[in-house]
């Protein structure tokens, strides 16, 4: 694909990710940094730290927390007994947090008319961290607010 086919998409440019393994979900591109694959050894566990925190990794000479989002969300937990993790760096507001995600599925493209309410359509505990939700194919796919994720309350309380 070239620049020219990438800058005549229509909508806006979303990173599409899964919340567990049935919960397709999407962050917009503005807020991600980059998404790594890294081993589980890299991130190293702290103690006294809310349980959505996994711990602090090391990348390009920067440290930062990294949490399972599903925890996060009131979500099953990810498996940490595996080898590699599925990490999204996101930054706003001058923080940068790392996300832990059981998948990445590559870049999408959405337009915002096509973002409604999720209120019917998800737990009240998410509808705090959601622009909203997406109806697309018979798949609902949760619009995943990055700013809401950093300034999350569970993140900032032992």
Not at 87 to 98: D, E, K, N, P, S
């Amino acid at each position: 694909m070239n620049s020219a086919e990438i800058e005549t998409r229509p909508g806006e440019r979303y990173l599409k990710l899964y919340l567990a393994e049935q919960i397709p979900a999407i962050l917009a591109m503005e807020y991600v940094q980059e998404v790594l694959m890294i081993p589980a050894r890299r991130i190293t566990p702290m103690p006294n730290m809310p349980e959505c925190v996994v711990g602090l990794l090391n990348h390009r000479n920067r440290v930062l927390w990294v949490v399972d989002l599903a925890q996060l969300l009131s979500l099953q937990p990810l498996d940490h007994n595996i080898s590699q993790y599925n990490v999204i760096l996101i930054q706003a507001q001058q923080m940068t947090l790392g996300l832990l995600v059981p998948e990445v599925n590559g870049v999408k493209y959405f337009t915002p008319d096509l973002v409604q309410s999720s209120k019917e359509l998800v737990t009240s505990a998410l509808i705090p961290f959601l622009h909203g939700c997406i109806v697309q194919e018979q798949e609902l796919i949760l619009v995943v607010n990055a700013e809401a994720i950093l300034l999350a309350p569970a993140l900032y309380r032992k």
